[in-house]
T-cell receptor
Framework: EPEVTQTPSHQVTQMGQEVILRCVPISNHLYFYWYRQILGQKVEFLVSFYNNEISEKSEIFDDQFSVERPDGSNFTLKIRSTKLEDSAMYFC?????????????FGPGTRLTVT | DAKTTQPPSMDCAEGRAANLPCNHSTISGNEYVYWYRQIHSQGPQYIIHGLKNNETNEMASLIITEDRKSSTLILPHATLRDTAVYYCIVRVLYNQGGKLIFGQGTELSVKP
């Protein structure tokens, strides 16, 4: 069964450094998402992406965050200057389309630790 | 999107049916009920969704009340691997795809 993959599984970085989290969505999917989950808290929506542009973003997704689909397969989340509070699990998801029959498939996540 | 209310935790004996309730009393006519689960910090996994009719798939059944103000997810024969946090999400669907708004969910513990 096709699946969403994410790399790395764990990233440790120092405060102020830039990080790029990578995702390979399912190949025929057109909608892409990033979510995050701070330890012990609920899963939070960050951004959705369709047709090479952001469809929607949350208040969390400020100027420090950006997303890109640099080629036909990867979908990346960049955090320009990491803060301690960016430490979380980051989940990528994709869906075939936006209609109600199309559920979102989540990747296994990248654990980001900012020290 | 409408708000949902779920019990924070439930227990279920292995092999028995797990019935997970969800209250969504402010749901509107164009909102669907979705269920996802998250096993031990893995990525959330889609289970089932419905609008007003009861739905069944290989994983679970979804029973939605006639007034659509509440629903129940049923895992017919729970196994230890069904131990997870279960999220009930009410969602309006847009053509561009829609964000999922997760609450705290119900932590289901399936016990031997």
């Amino acid at each position: 069964e096709p699946e969403v993959t994410q790399t790395p599984s764990h990233q440790v970085t120092q405060m102020g450094q830039e990080v790029i989290l990578r995702c390979v969505p399912i190949s025929n999917h057109l909608y892409f998402y990033w979510y995050r989950q701070i330890l012990g808290q609920k899963v939070e929506f960050l951004v959705s992406f369709y047709n090479n542009e952001i469809s929607e973003k949350s208040e969390i997704f400020d100027d420090q965050f950006s997303v890109e689909r640099p080629d036909g397969s990867n979908f990346t989340l960049k955090i320009r200057s990491t803060k301690l509070e960016d430490s979380a699990m980051y989940f990528c998801a994709s869906s075939e389309a936006g209609g109600h029959s199309y559920e979102q498939y989540f990747g296994p996540g990248t654990r980001l630790t900012v020290t | 999107d409408a708000k949902t209310t779920q019990p924070p935790s439930m227990d279920c004996a292995e092999g028995r049916a797990a019935n997970l309730p969800c209250n969504h009393s402010t749901i509107s006519g164009n909102e669907y009920v979705y269920w996802y689960r998250q096993i031990h910090s893995q990525g959330p996994q889609y289970i089932i969704h419905g609008l007003k009719n009861n739905e069944t798939n290989e994983m679970a059944s979804l029973i939605i009340t006639e007034d659509r103000k509440s629903s129940t997810l049923i895992l017919p024969h729970a196994t230890l691997r069904d131990t997870a946090v279960y999220y009930c999400i009410v969602r309006v669907l847009y053509n561009q795809g829609g964000k999922l708004i997760f609450g705290q969910g119900t932590e289901l513990s399936v016990k031997p």
